[in-house]
């Protein structure tokens, strides 16, 4: 039987993440996935790398710097693939969050980025408003900030084969069938797509980075340890074959006051996301009700279409998970902080549930400490934290957005 030190379950972003982190800390690395890398969860984000402006107005200030430092370190060690991006906030009259508040906000965010030139923001001249394709009527002021965009698979994709080049093991159309867990490891019971037979694997420490299946994996431990109750929340998206806005659009919501976002994305223009509950991951999938909810807020800031113009202009729907803790309330009210698990009856065995694709390599950070704290330190083979992420394969790198020269308006 094969032993190592980690085996990561689950191949999106945060699995990947930690496979980079642990192998170029010295562990020996196996990554089991059980479709394709990076075309669950991963594939299916916003496709931002982003501080969470919004997360201010809950408080969660330590996110958001946690967010904004990411940010940071993602432009400068993926270039190819993290651009910068103008952001518009238009405010009309009657919504929830005035000019006042909104400047406020940008303040804040551009502080916690500690005054990193991306913190720049503006409030835009009206002679500009046009160009933005949004309604005239009852808008007040238009705010301009930056943050960041990117190919969320194809990112997942080169952290994958950064961790691969640093000698990890890669391996995908993997069924887990069970995880005896005691005192020291863990036993890995699994079966390959091109095989029948069974196999085993002993590792020293086991984490689980199943995302929306994080319980569902849990299950297959023996003995059971006891999941965190949480809520699955699928954010769904749509793809409209309508000319993109020169920046990505931070728009609220006509129905309930949210953040909804018009984004450029390959000549087209991305629409979402909601926040609709689901009981499990396989009952994801974009609603009738999602669809009239996104395009009832497209045609609102953009009247010249209706919503059944804009049905005939849909070209592509997809929707992600999101996993959040059990509470009461709106889920866009909930925390976002990555929830690390691991219980005293399972000390080789650590859970993750939730996970942003920003904010993937400060989890992974985390969960290598963790593995440090259980079998100590190896000698360091590469620092992650200067090592660049390549396009995978070749691949294109993300086209960038110009940033117009937008007049800037006092007051």
């Not at 406020?104 to 408003?129: C, K, M, T, V």
């Not at 299950?219 to 000319?243: C, F, K, M, N, Y």
Request: net charge negative; glycine share 8%.
């Amino acid at each position: 039987m094969e032993a190592v030190d980690i085996v990561i379950i689950g191949g999106g972003i945060t699995g990947v993440g930690i496979a980079q982190r642990a192998q170029a800390s010295g562990y020996r690395v196996v990554l089991l996935e059980r479709g394709a890398l990076g075309e669950q969860t991963s594939a299916n984000s916003s496709k931002l790398i982003h501080g969470g402006l919004r997360y201010l107005e809950s408080g969660q200030l330590n996110l958001v710097r946690q967010s904004l430092a990411e940010r940071r370190a993602l432009l400068s060690l993926a270039p190819d693939l993290v651009k910068a991006v103008p952001f518009y906030i238009p405010i009309y009259e009657g919504n929830q969050r005035g000019p006042m508040a909104i400047r406020a906000g940008l303040s804040l965010y551009a502080l916690l980025s500690e005054l990193d030139p991306l913190g720049y923001f503006n409030r835009i001249h009206e002679s500009q408003w046009p160009s933005l394709g949004i309604k005239l009527t009852g808008l007040q002021a238009v705010f301009r900030y930056f943050d960041a965009q990117t190919d969320d698979h194809q990112l997942t994709l080169a952290v994958a084969q950064s961790a691969a080049e640093l000698g990890a093991k890669i391996m995908t159309q993997v069924e887990l069938q069970q995880i005896a867990h005691d005192s020291s490891g863990c036993v890995l019971t699994y079966l390959q797509s091109e095989s029948s037979e069974e196999k085993q694997l002993f590792a020293k420490c086991v984490i689980n980075a199943t995302g929306p299946w994080v319980n569902q994996t849990l299950a297959r431990v023996t003995p059971t340890p006891a999941p965190i109750e949480i809520s699955l929340v699928q954010g769904s998206h749509l793809l409209l074959d309508i000319a993109p806005p020169p920046g990505i659009l931070y728009l609220e919501s006509i129905y309930d006051k949210r953040v909804v976002f018009v984004i450029p994305w390959e000549g087209q223009t991305l629409l979402g996301t909601t926040e609709t509950q689901v009981d499990s991951p396989e009952q994801a999938g974009v609603t009738m009700e999602e669809t009239d909810y996104l395009l009832g807020i497209y045609s609102h800031y953009f009247p010249y279409y209706s919503i059944d113009q804009l049905k005939q202009k849909l070209t592509g729907t997809y929707c992600g998970m999101r996993v959040l803790p059990k509470l009461g309330g709106a889920a866009f009210d909930r925390p976002r902080e990555t929830l690390m698990h691991s219980l005293d009856t399972h000390p080789q065995l650590l859970s993750i549930y939730g996970g942003k694709l920003t904010t993937f390599r400060h989890t992974a950070k985390e969960a290598v400490q963790w593995v440090k704290e259980r079998i100590g330190a190896r000698p360091i083979k590469a620092d992650v934290d200067t090592l660049r992420l390549k396009p995978p394969g070749g691949a294109e790198s993300i086209k960038s957005i110009p940033r117009d020269d937008f007049l800037v308006e006092n007051g």
